[in-house]
């Protein structure tokens, strides 16, 4: 469910936004892999995102450590966020952070969210394409989750500026194996349920699945609901033996009361659940998030790869914050009046691009170059949500009056060459 302006429930229903903008391009892009001793030749991998990584058999020369979480332990946790499964993941912790479903993702004590500007220090990589934090955190349904790779330790020299302590590389479902229909469901304490359908077909020259999922959680704490709701699938067709074009995409509509806790051990004890603990500073999260990648590939060569990728993330969010003490008559407002909050927040963050690649290696040395172009805007408002005071006789401010108004855009044009040379010896 959603508000309007002055804060009043309305329902939520889906849309997919239309992707007419997204125009395939030739790109440059995806690589081969590891060595053999005995013919110094590097293998061919499988690649999931922009990096020359394993191209050789031993990775011990790279500073950094790599875990790989399967979608089916995924599935098996059924967690009910992304913060669940990464836990799991040594030297990496991970936390609901201020607003809506945004995931605090920490390697090694650093964390992905900006600081007075500067990059953050933990890249997230959702089919191949680095996303900025706040769309990165939440813009994931884990119902469509194939697979994920934590890299721990200085990955900058894989992933850019934004991965001084790792990564998080997410790769969603798609291919043959999504064949057939799937029916799925899940219940679980505090009135926590999931249902899953899946739909798809594999031909010879396409594959196509489309999925839909509900969550919902009343929580354990007070005013901790959660909804999600979510359309996720994509679309692969094979133009020859060696290239393919795939269209993924995903919606999902989001939401979520307050973050739930106490604070103290005597709250813990006699109000666990925190309904006599006060109103939090922010409630009523609505999350509508977007993701949509056409992607080209072309393995030219056994050990060389081709790919562009075209994309677009968004992210919409509102929510209410900082309650009211007196309302606009000057009337005392106490914590058991949970919806009288003085602002109605809204953001909207949008990441759009074109990554070219171009991967190959030859014998011991392997070479990456890329082109990226990306465009991010940040549009921020707050409005009043309803008359208050700031104190009992102090002037009534009004409904809807603008509090904040701002807008802003990052353009970003990126040439990307990376190399790697093995230096292998022979057994005598």
Do not use: C
């Amino acid at each position: 469910m959603s508000h309007n302006a002055q804060g009043q429930l309305r329902p939520k229903s889906f849309h997919l936004n239309p992707l007419a903008y997204l125009i395939s391009t030739l790109a440059l892009g995806s690589v081969a892999n590891t060595v053999y001793a005995e013919s110094h030749q590097l293998q061919t991998i499988k690649v999931t995102s922009s990096i020359i990584e394993d191209k050789f058999e031993s990775d011990a020369d790279i500073p950094a450590s790599t875990t790989v979480i399967s979608g089916e332990t995924v599935e098996a946790k059924h967690a009910t966020n992304l913060i669940e499964v990464l836990r799991s993941v040594p030297g990496v912790t991970a936390d609901l952070a201020g607003e809506g479903d945004g995931i605090k993702i920490k390697i090694r004590g650093v964390d992905n969210q900006r600081y007075m500007g500067e990059k953050p220090g933990v890249a997230i990589v959702i089919d191949g394409v680095p996303v900025f934090e706040r769309t990165g955190k939440v813009n994931i349904d884990l119902d469509n989750i194939e697979s994920i790779r934590v890299v721990k330790g200085g990955a900058s020299y894989l992933f850019g500026e934004d991965a001084l302590t790792g990564a998080v590389i997410i790769t969603t479902k798609r291919g043959a194996e999504n064949a057939g229909v799937t029916v799925e469901a899940d219940a679980g304490s505090h009135g926590y349920t999931r249902k899953l359908v899946k739909a798809g077909l594999a031909e010879q020259d396409f594959a196509a699945h489309i999925q839909v999922a509900d969550r919902h959680s009343d929580g354990y704490y007070h005013l901790s609901e959660k909804d999600e709701e979510s359309v996720s699938g994509a679309i692969e067709y094979y133009l020859s033996d060696t290239s393919e074009l795939t269209f993924g995409f995903e919606t999902s509509e989001r939401f979520r009361d307050n973050s739930g806790s106490v604070a103290g051990v005597t709250a813990a004890k006699e109000d666990p659940r925190g309904v006599y603990s006060g109103r939090s500073y922010t409630r009523m999260f609505n999350v509508d998030l977007s993701r949509f990648n056409l992607t080209y590939s072309n393995d030219f060569s056994d050990t060389g790869n081709i790919s562009a990728i075209a994309y677009q993330y968004k992210d919409i969010t509102d929510f209410w914050s900082s309650p009211i003490r007196y309302d606009g008559t000057g009337g005392e407002v106490s914590d058991d009046q949970v919806d009288m909050y003085a602002n109605l927040n809204d953001y909207e963050q949008i990441q759009r691009g074109v990554k070219l690649e171009a991967r190959d290696s030859f014998g011991d040395f392997a070479l990456m170059a890329g082109v990226e172009l990306k465009k991010n805007t940040f549009d921020e408002q707050t409005t009043i949500k309803e008359d208050y005071r700031s104190y009992s006789r102090g002037a009534t401010i009004t409904a809807g009056t603008l509090r904040s108004d701002s807008y802003r855009e990052e353009i970003t044009k990126r040439f990307i060459p990376k190399q790697k040379l093995r230096l292998v010896t022979t057994p005598q």
